[in-house]
């Protein structure tokens, strides 16, 4: 299994280092949790099952990764900072009742914060996770602060992490290849008959076979099912003729790769049928023409717009088809068409271009990930890449 190496994790530290020097914070803390993994893991490469976590930053010494006694060996063997500490502010914060860990051996925030701020009160903390955490987490770090300035951090690694690294990319490549072999297992399947749980089971058994470590969702809907902007598979039996709306989202390394494709069970679409996959597909394809580095972002999505509108789909356009991707699903950029920056080299995207609700033919989207480069971008689906490509050529 590939890995991120430490001087990546230290590179991040030191930069985020730098960041609290320019804004005089004493100590950083990331907030990350089972569900909102993606900052802490970006610093420290833990994801919690059940608990919290928190890496605290100071400014001369490595981090100091605080966790909660059931995820203490978890954290011990994924972590790439090797002072673990146990601390009750990041035990779950969803059931009302206080756990009794009786052989936990526990410090706690406030003596943290004081040692990593060199043995005396921090004048000024940063929190990363404030979006993410809950209000009960975010009240304890107010009172282990003691009065404490708490600057908001969130915009610290959400600008870091828009730019990926060549070992990012890597780690991207890697959750894309287990993808699309999971992909493609549906693709490949006879799911006629089968209830649409099965099918996506069929993908989901693939992905975790060439080592995905997580699922992180299945759409699978049939028929009217497509009729949504998204959707669990249930226990509907698909039937011949009727259009898939299916989607895989894996995960490698805390990275994650997505992949969707609208097809037919079996594979006979109607004329129409193949009109409204033609419609995607197109317009995919005429964003993807106009995409490199130094375009303005909302220029692509206002192409895929106008060729919406041309063939009077605009109603059915509801969402923009570009946003970003890494450690989470969708992340930035997330470019509308008033969207004035421009595309840099090294961003991650996925084109997402999808419309819903169209009468007959429900609800699809084609979704494949890209890196933006100077000149164009480097594919990282060659499943759906061909596919797109086999069908437009």
């Keep these: 299994m590939e890995k991120l190496p430490l ?37 420290s490469n833990y994801w919690p099952i059940f608990d919290r976590g928190i890496l605290a930053i100071g400014k001369k010494i490595d981090p100091v990764l605080l966790v909660a006694p059931e995820g203490e060996n978890l954290a ?21 009742d ?13 003596n943290v914060l004081f040692e990593l701020s060199r043995n005396k009160k921090p004048s000024c903390i940063g929190v990363c996770g404030i979006d993410a955490m809950p209000l009960v987490t975010y009240e304890a770090i107010k009172s ?40 493609k297992a ?14 996506a089971a069929i993908g989901e058994k693939a992905a975790r076979n060439a080592g995905a470590e997580q699922i992180v969702f299945s759409i699978l809907c049939s028929g009217e099912r497509t009729n949504t902007v998204v959707g669990r598979p249930t226990e509907k039996i698909i039937g011949e003729g009727e259009m898939i709306m299916a989607a895989l989202a894996v995960q490698y390394q805390g990275y994650i790769a997505t992949d969707e494709w609208p097809f037919v069970a079996g594979n006979k679409p109607t004329d129409k049928q193949k ?58 950029p997330y470019p509308g068409v008033n969207s ?14 999808s419309l819903f609700g169209v009468p007959n033919l ?19 689906s060659k499943l759906i890449s061909g596919l797109r490509e086999r069908f437009l050529y």
């Design 144 to 183: 282990a602060t003691n009065g404490s300035k708490i600057e908001n951090g969130d915009e610290v690694l959400y600008t870091m992490r828009l730019i990926k690294s060549e070992a990012e990319i890597e780690m991207l490549k890697k959750a894309w290849e287990i993808c699309d072999i999971g992909y």
């Design 186 to 199: 549906i693709l490949d399947a006879d799911i006629i008959g089968l209830t649409e749980i099965q099918a």
């Design 340 to 353: 004035k920056y421009e595309f840099k080299p090294g961003m991650g995207i996925n084109f997402d271009v």
């Design 275 to 332: 009109k409204f996959i033609s419609h995607l597909i197109r317009a995919e394809e005429i964003g993807l023409k106009g995409l490199r580095g130094g375009v303005i972002a909302g220029e692509v999505v206002k192409k895929i717009k106008d060729f919406f509108h041309q063939n009077h789909l605009e109603q059915y356009d509801i969402y923009p088809p570009i946003h970003g991707n890494g450690l989470a699903e969708a992340e930035s």
């Design 7 to 43: 001087k990546e994790f230290k590179y991040r530290i030191d930069k985020i280092k730098e960041l609290m020097e320019e804004k005089s914070i004493d100590v950083f803390l990331v907030y990350g949790d089972e569900y909102r993994r993606e900052n802490l893991r970006y610093v």
């Design 98 to 110: 206080r756990i009794d860990y009786s052989l936990a051996q526990y410090t706690t925030l406030a």
């Design 76 to 96: 011990r063997e994924m972590s790439v900072w090797k002072d673990v500490r146990l601390i009750r502010e990041v035990e779950p914060s969803y059931i009302p």
């Design 362 to 380: 429900g609800s699809n989207r084609v979704e494949e990930g890209f890196i933006i480069t100077e000149e164009g971008v480097i594919t990282l």
